[in-house]
Nanobody, 116 residues
Framework: QVQLVESGGGLVQPGGSLRLSCAASGSIFSINAMGWYRQAPGKQRELVAGITSGGSTNYGDSVKGRFTISRDNAKNTVYLQMNSLKPEDTAVYYC??????????WGQGTQVTVSS
């Protein structure tokens, strides 16, 4: 079992920045990749960014060049640095972990609201 706890969401003005954190605990040795997804009201959950155990990253088209995913293996934490935020980035952001057995784990979600 893997437990994920997100933090760092909140209200920010357009053009501002936020950093989300996702702390993993439990069977962390089994984690192969981690990522961030988001879901806005009335929309499907979508990939924001992902990072493998080897450090390879991928991003959703709408956030490329603005968001950066990183991981601190010593702290078992993944970060999402979000810059140049837009109102359309408003959503609940979820942390995800996939194990080597392809089991999926999710955090509880953190709200990000971009509004003036």
């Amino acid at each position: 079992q893997v437990q994920l706890v997100e933090s760092g969401g909140g209200l920010v003005q357009p053009g501002g920045s936020l950093r989300l954190s996702c702390a993993a605990s439990g069977s962390i040795f089994s984690i192969n990749a981690m990522g961030w997804y988001r879901q806005a009201p009335g929309k499907q959950r979508e990939l924001v960014a992902g990072i493998t155990s080897g450090g390879s990253t991928n991003y959703g088209d709408s956030v490329k060049g603005r968001f950066t995913i990183s991981r601190d293996n010593a702290k078992n934490t993944v970060y999402l640095q979000m810059n140049s935020l837009k109102p359309e980035d408003t959503a609940v952001y979820y942390c995800n972990a996939v194990t080597v057995r392809t089991d999926d784990y999710w955090g509880q979600g953190t709200q990000v609201t971009v509004s003036s």
